[in-house]
């Protein structure tokens, strides 16, 4: 019996011989070899391009947040020039150079049209000298050449004589008579 139990293994190790090839397959080998080169080759190209996306994405930040920061500089010396430029002592100043005059005590129309307080023409004060020299400068307020109003700048109006006129667009009363405000509910 051994010897037909190793006529049988012969036999079984000379069919699988004839179907598995015994020497070394090249042809079979090669396309793996490719394939796994290009899937190499294209992920080195992937993370190439991805580094260079991710490169020009970071200097487009720095440039952003450089003209960020230039941005808010400017508008803080912005927001320190209209701080300025609302200081009560600056808009009291250029009202004096536009030819206004303060208020006085104000008069009030009731709703059955009688005045609450004694209504007065304002009078130009003179405007008080400063003793002390300012520390900052005062801001250029010279109006331009054909501005809004097309006003010639060199042509101030006089305090006295703003005060006197009576303002664009309403009538003034006669002398002598009182002059009561128009305006209902104020």
Known sequence: MTGTA???AKGRAGRLARLMPS???TA???PFVLLVVLLLA????SLLLLNSALNEGSFKLSRLERETTELTDEQQALQHDVDSYSE???LE???RQLGMVPGGSPAFLDPDGTVRGVPERATAEPSPTPTAPETSPAP????EPGGEDGADPSATPSPTASATAPPTGTASPA???PSTPTSPGR
């Open 6 to 8: 190793g006529q049988q």
């Open 23 to 25: 020497g070394p397959s």
């Open 28 to 30: 079979a080998r090669t």
């Open 42 to 45: 294209g992920g080195l190209i």
């Open 88 to 90: 009560p002592d600056a």
């Open 93 to 95: 100043r250029r009202a």
């Open 140 to 143: 250029e307020t010279s109006p």
């Open 175 to 177: 002398p002598g008579a």
